[in-house]
């Protein structure tokens, strides 16, 4: 059984920064790739930015120069340093491991809300 457990959102000011970390433990022999989504209320889930095992990485658009992510796969972990956040970044940030092209898992959601 794998787990995904995510961790560092919270209330951040306009302007500011956030680091959000993920995790992954259990079973599995290897991984593809380690990404960030994100679903604002009404909204569908949204890419914000993956990482493959080659370290290479895809954004948004949205997220472009002001969000970065990075990976420790012998750690089974993810990060992504946001910076310059915006009221519009405010969502449930969501961590998806992919072990296989078929197979992928994903956290509970940590939220992050951007907001004076």
């Known amino acids: 059984q794998v787990q995904i457990v995510e961790s560092g959102g919270g209330l951040v000011q306009p302007g500011g920064s956030l680091r959000l970390s993920c995790t992954a433990s259990?079973?599995?022999?290897?991984?593809?790739?380690m990404g960030w989504y994100r679903q604002a209320p009404g909204k569908q889930r949204q890419l914000v930015a993956t990482i493959t095992i080659d370290g290479i990485t895809n954004y948004a658009d949205s997220v472009k120069g002001r969000f970065t992510i990075s990976r420790d796969f012998v750690k089974k972990a993810v990060y992504l340093e946001m910076s310059s956040l915006k009221p519009e970044d405010t969502a449930v940030y969501y961590c998806k491991t992919v072990l296989t092209t078929t197979v992928g898992y994903w956290g509970q959601g940590t939220q992050v809300t951007v907001s004076s």
């Open positions: 259990g079973s599995m022999f290897n991984i593809l790739s």
